[in-house]
């Protein structure tokens, strides 16, 4: 089965992206789902999906090191 993760934009969500593909990331690990075949997204979407490869556990402690520490410009 081939499967495929799609993001849609919206900047609030950037953190919840990277959220939802780390516990989908953890899923594959333990056998509960398959390896996605592709991930794709639009705006913020698609800067999760970048962000989150390679598809590896250490990828994804810089990644959310990286977005906790985002900061509001003035």
Do not use: Q
Request: hydrophobic residues 45%; aromatic residues 10%; glycine residues 6%.
């Amino acid at each position: 089965m081939k499967v495929a993760l799609v993001l849609p934009s919206g900047f609030k969500r950037l953190a919840p992206h990277v959220g939802a593909l780390h516990a989908y990331f953890d899923a594959e690990k333990a056998g509960r789902v398959p390896h996605p075949y592709f991930i794709t997204g639009a705006s913020a979407g698609a800067i999760a999906a970048t962000a989150c490869l390679p598809w590896n556990e250490e990828n994804f402690r810089r990644i959310t090191a990286a977005i906790v520490n985002l900061k509001k410009s003035n």
